[in-house]
């Protein structure tokens, strides 16, 4: 039988002994615990340990907490500190918010009541660490994420009204949109009447006495400039009466004004009165030619008729037609009509640019037709090369300016040629000057 | 005949063919304007043309010119209009002698069988005097017939009355008189004469240095501008400015040019000046010119000649049809801007609204002459016939070859052309402008590392050359006054001795001779020969070539070398120029660089046989052999060999009796 070895006193090397057991817990210890777990090679007891602890509190080695009325305990490490960590890292882990129940189950022991990590929460939400969401229910718990989730409902709002290609209700945008919570339809209200406050959104009137309001990125004159191209577009050119019956809901001066924007943009074009009609039409693209010249046609083959059977040679016949026609106006080439270009972006550049004021200020005989060099107007207006190209080449093709030519550009430099205005193809322009209007 | 043809207006003088008004009428407008308002104003006005190449500068000249020349007899209270047409194709440095020599020549002009400017410039002067009324050419006749010294004394009036000075009174008298016309032209045109033509003129001549002579010609330009008078306004057109310009870049040019234009513009009081500038020139123009020359030269405004839109286009093309006879009118199409079908005329103006019209004129030659085999085809005509006086018309100056399949053959054959009508026209006056001009582009060409500079201490030294070995002067002495020859070689002389030159080369003409009696002249000849200075006598084929040479490279340079309707390019004319070197022109540069093999064979008694033996063969034309051995005092061995060693100057029948003739006599 082996001999009893007796227990060795508590000594000062047990106190490394004693941090070294503290430090390995998960969680603070009794003082009772910590003796414990001591080697076996030390007969220690709880009150011989406590001082020890103790004293190890007041040098700040250990920290003591007093948990209810049991005795208290001790641990190495900032529990409160430890907690908090916890707590956020839950709620930021987390897919949606979370109720402070919610968090506290998810935290890692030591356990920490909802109570205390409630008031963790509290904290952090005035701190600005997270945000914190008022529950549905009257008497529901509050949730928290580290997320606004207004900013985030905001944010998915406006993309989704930005998408939508006509008017819409909060109800019908709550269901189109994408977001970690649903947004209820007070939700999505809310946001949109900020929006609308801001400016950013635009609202619309019901449709029908008992609907909810709809809101757009667009005005109401644009609704309605859509709707009566729609309309011309599925209906064909209309009276201004008719468009006016076809479009309920417009008050006479919002339906003058959506007029006068179409014509403005060209999306309107008047048709002249045809036949017995006597009013004019308006319409989407110009009136065919064909019904208009109907009565011409007849009455010029009639004609040719009777010149044919007087012997008129063709050639002379040929002639006299090109004749009338041209002094009616028809250009037989397809570039001379210039007019559809005016609406190109190109133009929209020359235009904003003022080439031509730029000319004048240059070169003061610019207005009676001096030339002015592409150089010089280049960097009078300070486009881009490409741009100030295309704008000058507009300009010309407008027959505003006669451009002159360099024959020989490639004996420049390219610096030198870069000056010039080019038009991509080999040619390029050393000047331009005004064409008398 | 191809209505389209001719889509270059060579000159002003030339007489108008078609015009279609409506086309540049604002800027035409402008220049009749501007005469009125130097007229009304009394202070000379300058007007800028820009246009691009083939836009028309010329051809609005000629119309101006076309308007200016008078339809009826100069009478008291008709206003007229002097004009002058000056193409720029000279050295900077010698803008004013080519200006003077160019309005004596335009004003000596017969036109259209009227009187020249110079009698019109005397008929107006004549009714601001005269107390009769009446016909005044038919009074003028009557005085020059009947009363001469009363004449005189009106002429004497005048005279004082512009306090013209004595040379311009006399020369005013000869004028008046008609009395030697010739020689006066020369004179006034600055040609260096014999004495013996100057002392039966009663002029003189003063022949300083290069700059002195520069500047007597502008004093003779503005006497002669005052001369016609406040009633008689002139207009000086400048056209070709870019020539000016040997190299791109030289500012020299441009400067000149500006200063030019500012002296006739402040010195004058009748003078409307329009220069007209390639577009491509207009920045070069706003760079180097002085902003106040600038000033001065579009003082009534900067003005441009614009493409051609459809409408201007379809009137271009209508009026050249309209030249065609009326058989020939019956056989064309009638669709408005034919020739051209209506797809490509619309193209022409799809990615540009506007068109130039020699760009137009050339499609529509094209075409037009496609047109017209095709018919002749189906009509069964014999198609070689159509083909060939097309094919062998030798394009003329001006004349575009719409025939030259490619620009090779376009290049030869406008050579061809143009060297045959220089050699034709080459006389010794036009020598010094030629080599002045024409020597620094050909060396440009073909001696890309030798830079031309000036150098102000050698005032009689024209061209200076700068190679890696050192410098080269060329001193053109090509004086038919042996006093005015005398004087040029005294000073080249003293600039030889101050070592400034590594190479000096003295330029003669064969035609202009010394004089048998001048010897001093002779011995400062000989003298400079001793100071290492080389003579050479360019031949006529070598002058005819380099002024062919420049004038094309001024043509290209302005944008009057075309083909098929694009404007070429100098480079691409240089380019052929140096691969086509013409006969005679390298060894001129050769000559005149001393470069090895060249000149080797004139020792200094061989230059003065030469000249002794040219001078008495211009005396002599076809001289026996042997009388040249009596006459110059030599052994017949040494004659028959100066003969020999130099068959571009002078020829042999071997007779016998042997008979000596210049080469230049027998072409002439």
Partial sequence: MAKKVPLLPLSSEARESLLQAVGSSREP??????????????????????????????????????????????????????????VLRAIKESAAPLTAKEVAAKIAPPKVAAANV???????????????????????????????????????VLKAAQQAGDPFTANELAGRLQTP??????????????????????AIPATTAKGKPRYWTHGVLELGCRAMVATINTKGPQTLTNLKKLLKGIGDAQFQQIVDRLREKGSLVAHPPLGTAKQEMLGTRPPSAVPYLQEVGLQLKRIVGLLKGAHVPSDELRRAVVQLLTEAGISFGTSGDTSHLTGSPTAAVAETVDLVGAMKRIEPGAERGALVGARELRRAVRLPKSEFDHAVLELARQGRLSLHRHDYATSLTQEERDELVTDGDGTFYVGMALRPR | MNPFRSGIVASPWESTVVDVNSIHHEVYEQCLQGIQQVRQTQRSAGLLI?????????????????????????????????????????????IWRTLRRTLVDDWFRPVRGANSQFQRILFHRFAEIRTAEGDLERWYEFMLENDQPGLKELLDQIADALDLDRNTAVAFEHIAFGRHLRDLRAWLSGDSLPEAALARMDLAQDEGTDEEREDQSRQIVLMLCRLAGNGLPVVISFDQVEALQISPGDRDAVFAFGQVTSTLHDSTSNVLVVSCVQSAFNSILHDHARKSDLDRMSSLGAWTLHPLDRSQSRQLIQARLSQLDAAETETIPTSPGWPLSPAEFDALFAKNAFIPPRKLLSLCAERFEIWLKRSKQDSGDDLTQIAEPEKSAMPTAGDESVTSDTMETFFRE????????????????????????????????????????????????????ETDCGRTGVSLCTQAN??????????????????????????????VPMSAGAKKTRQLLDELEEQQAVVMHPTVEALAALDALRDLLSDAKSGDLSWHGGTIAPQSLEDWLVANLAEGLQDLVDDVLGRPGNLGGETISDTRDVEALNTLLATRPLLPLDEAVEVLQRPIEVVTAIAERHPDRFRMLSGPPAILYRAEDMQT
């Fill in chain 1, 29 to 86: 210890q009794l003082a009772k615990s910590l003796a414990a777990l001591l080697a076996p090679t030390h007969s220690v007891t709880e009150a011989q340990v406590t001082p020890v602890l103790e004293e190890l509190v007041a040098t700040g080695d250990l920290q003591k907490y007093a948990l209810g009325k049991g005795k208290p305990k001790y641990w190495d490490r900032d529990l409160q500190e430890l907690t908090r960590d916890a």
């Fill in chain 1, 181 to 202: 919570v649903k947004l209820s339809e007070t939700d999505v209200t809310g946001i949109l009447e900020e929006t609308v406050a801001a400016g950013t959104l635009h």
């Fill in chain 1, 118 to 156: 409630s008031a963790i929460l509290d904290a952090a939400v005035a701190g600005q660490l997270c945000f914190a969401f008022p529950s549905a229910k009257a008497t529901g718990k509050p949730s928290f994420w580290h997320q606004d989730l207004r900013e985030i409902g905001r944010q998915a």
């Fill in chain 2, 414 to 465: 406008k050579w061809t052309a143009d060297f045959e009508q220089k050699r034709a026209a080459s006389t010794p006056e036009r020598t010094e402008e030629i080599v002045r001009h024409g020597l620094p582009m050909l060396v440009r060409l073909v001696a890309p590392d030798v830079k031309l500079v000036s150098d102000d201490l050698l005032p009689d030294v024209s061209l200076v050359f």
């Fill in chain 2, 482 to 511: 042996m006093n005015s020859l005398s004087a040029r070689l005294k000073r080249l002389k003293i600039q030889q001795a101050t070592g400034r030159l590594k190479r000096l080369v003295v330029v003669r003409d064969n035609r």
């Fill in chain 2, 50 to 94: 820009h246009g691009e190449a083939g836009s028309g500068k010329t051809h609005l000249l000629r119309r101006l010119r076309t308007h200016l020349t008078p339809s009826a007899p100069s009478d008291t209270d008709r206003e007229e209009t002097l004009y002058v047409w000056v193409r720029l194709q000279t050295s900077p440095r010698m």
